[in-house]
């Protein structure tokens, strides 16, 4: 089964033209949930189980809002634990959501390492809110093996808006074939290639280092 929908994900998101990159003028952009970081089970989808449409709700305006830099998502979450008819205190609430997701692909982890050892320059192109881009640095480690962030909350747009892809290149200040991207997220890779990215939709460690020249 896990082949069948791998290869449905591909042909959604096309086929793609052979890797031409070069660590010394390209820079590589990874996504994070999906592809850096694997839960069990997303936050998200435990909350759908306690409200389904007061979570939906939530992440189409709280979240949204705050995942773009027009709000501290914080400031959303006592009226949200109140609607779930938990007593929580947002820290603590915040606290439970960033834990539950603290799951790094080590095996993938290492393969960027090997691949800044060669001199690629990595930043994590990812659609998150302020407070949980801290922690994926911080916490779960992903500051030790990126130069940077493009995250959605700093940028001002989420993927697959056509002005994130555009203001990410532009702060880059590179040309959008040099960006090398890898999402799970099939309508992400196509808005990345619509602006130009050498956009490759993520399955697994293998295609990354078959793709990325480690094997």
């Known amino acids: 089964m896990k082949a069948v929908i791998d290869l449905l994900r591909s042909l959604l998101a ?26 069990p089970e997303w936050f998200g989808v435990r909350l759908r189980r306690e409200n389904a449409d007061l979570t939906r709700q939530f992440f189409e305006t709280a ?60 930043y994590l192109a990812t659609n998150q809110e302020a407070h949980r881009t801290r922690h994926l640095l911080d916490v779960v480690g992903l500051g030790a093996v990126v130069d940077g962030h493009f995250a959605s909350c700093a940028v001002g747009h ?9 203001e990410v290149t532009r702060r880059l200040g590179l040309e959008p074939e040099q960006i090398v991207f890898w999402d799970d997220n099939a309508e992400n890779v196509r808005g990345a290639r ?21 094997g």
């Open 14 to 39: 096309g086929e793609p033209p052979p890797l031409t990159a070069d660590s010394k003028t390209h820079v590589l952009l990874l996504d994070v949930d999906g592809v850096l970081v694997t839960p």
């Open 194 to 214: 619509e602006a130009g990215w050498q956009a490759r939709l993520y399955t697994d460690v293998g295609g990354f280092r078959r793709v990325m020249g480690l």
């Open 63 to 122: 979240f949204h809002s705050a995942s773009t830099g027009r709000s501290d998502l914080k400031d959303h979450l006592p009226a949200f634990i109140a609607a779930l008819g938990r007593s929580q205190k947002p820290d603590d609430f915040l606290h439970e959501w960033l834990e539950s997701e603290n799951h790094p692909d080590r095996a993938l982890l290492r393969e960027v390492r090997t691949l800044r050892a060669q001199g690629w320059r990595t």
């Open 158 to 166: 989420r993927k697959p808006s056509p002005d994130y892809y555009a």
